[in-house]
């Protein structure tokens, strides 16, 4: 029998600001899946948060897209959503789109990543979830993991992985899908993944099909036509025997690459690892963070979560981020730190820009 890990997020109200999410919502979270695992719809289940975004963790043997298990998730979050409300938590609800589910949660707000796959004779698992940034931010770690052998040997030197691996791309804008293979077409691949605003790596599969990891590719603001926040995407990495091994998948974490998001979603920054209890992006609303929670699967249970970034090996990139931070917070609302006018589409910008149309001239 496969065992199936959905992980499916929503933003359902911050404290304070966009900060954290409230303990009382992630009780009422606890509450609804621990219902639905005593009747058997789920094997298992964890509640976490990364920010202000509460994080279904859920095991069961449904399948990807299952409508039962959407649901479970899309109540779960309605009923999180009214503690938020009544707690005038800050902007509760801002991620569920639509006032009534209509059969899966994509397109209606939450961010999801599922998984399918048979068992193996053990199961190490990786779930990585972020804050204050967008799906893009995954294109770069994923790329290192799966096909640069600086960052994972196992690619050089274990012959399971010398093959290579498959890279399925999406098309975030146009709403179409490319599978590039590496090492072959890497430069292919490179060409389209450095456009992290609109090419996002949505799963990787090894040559003979075996799933590895799948990523959350929604983009919040383009399905509301309006700014509610960047997307805070969640990645799900299988490792170990034929897969790259845990540390490394965590290797590229070691670098605090530059990703889009921060304050208003309309900066750069770097990507800052921490353990769970740090994930609370305060600084100008960020840096951005990312938590990666470790999981055995075990007969379709789950193992953990071992708070992979509590180590203190990633001690110098928090010091970094907070070097780099320094460095491009001193840009204020300059580019490159202000992301540039084509990506701030669906900010206030626009607004300030109609009012002051009239007053342009043309310059003889
Ligand atoms: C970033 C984010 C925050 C808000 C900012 C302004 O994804 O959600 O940085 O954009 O705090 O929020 P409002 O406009 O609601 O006051
Ligand atoms: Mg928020
Ligand atoms: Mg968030």
């Not at 959407?70 to 109540?75: I, T």
């Not at 840096?287 to 708070?307: C, E, H, K, T, Y």
């Amino acid at each position: 029998m496969k065992t199936t890990i959905s992980v499916i997020k929503a933003d359902i109200g911050g404290f304070p600001g966009h900060v954290s999410v409230h303990k009382e919502c992630m009780e009422i979270a606890d509450k609804e899946l621990g219902a639905a695992k005593n009747n058997g719809l789920i094997n298992d289940y964890r509640i976490m948060r990364c920010g202000d975004d509460l994080e279904l963790i859920m095991s069961h043997t449904k399948g990807i897209n299952n409508e039962e298990i959407h649901k479970l998730a899309w109540d779960t979050f309605i009923k999180a959503t009214e503690k938020a409300k009544s707690l005038k938590l800050y902007g509760a609800g801002q991620d569920l789109l639509s006032d009534s589910f209509s059969g899966n949660v994509k397109g209606m707000g939450p961010g999801v990543a599922e998984i399918e796959f048979e068992e193996r004779k053990s199961d190490p698992l990786i779930i990585f979830m972020a804050d204050k940034t967008a799906p893009g931010a995954w294109n770069l770690p994923l790329y290192k993991i799966f096909a640069d052998p600086f960052n994972t040997a196992g690619l050089v030197i274990d012959p399971k992985m010398h093959d290579g691996f498959v890279f399925e791309v999406h098309d975030v804008i146009d709403n179409k899908r490319i599978e590039l293979k590496c090492p072959e077409e890497s430069y292919d691949l490179l060409s389209l993944i450095g456009a992290t605003d609109r090419y996002c790596v949505k799963s990787v599969k090894k040559k003979n099909g075996e799933i590895c990891s799948v990523s959350s590719t929604q983009r919040l603001n383009f399905m509301a036509g309006r700014y509610i926040g960047k997307d805070d995407p969640v990645c799900i990495v299988r490792a170990q025997s034929g897969f790259p091994a845990v540390g490394e998948v965590l290797e590229p974490f070691a670098f605090p690459f530059m990703v889009k998001g921060w304050m208003r979603g309309s900066h750069h920054g770097p990507f800052m690892p921490v353990p769970f209890e740090k994930a609370n992006p305060s600084r100008f609303d960020g840096p951005p963070r990312v938590i990666a929670a470790g999981f055995q699967v075990s007969n379709g249970m789950l193992i953990g979560p071992s708070d992979l970034f509590d180590d203190p090996s990633f001690d110098k990139a928090r010091a970094e981020t907070n070097l780099i931070a320094d460095y491009i917070r001193r840009h204020g609302p300059f580019e490159p730190h202000r992301l540039p006018m084509d990506e701030m589409e669906y900010t206030t910008l626009p607004g300030v820009l109609e009012k002051l149309k009239s007053r342009f001239e043309v310059i003889e």
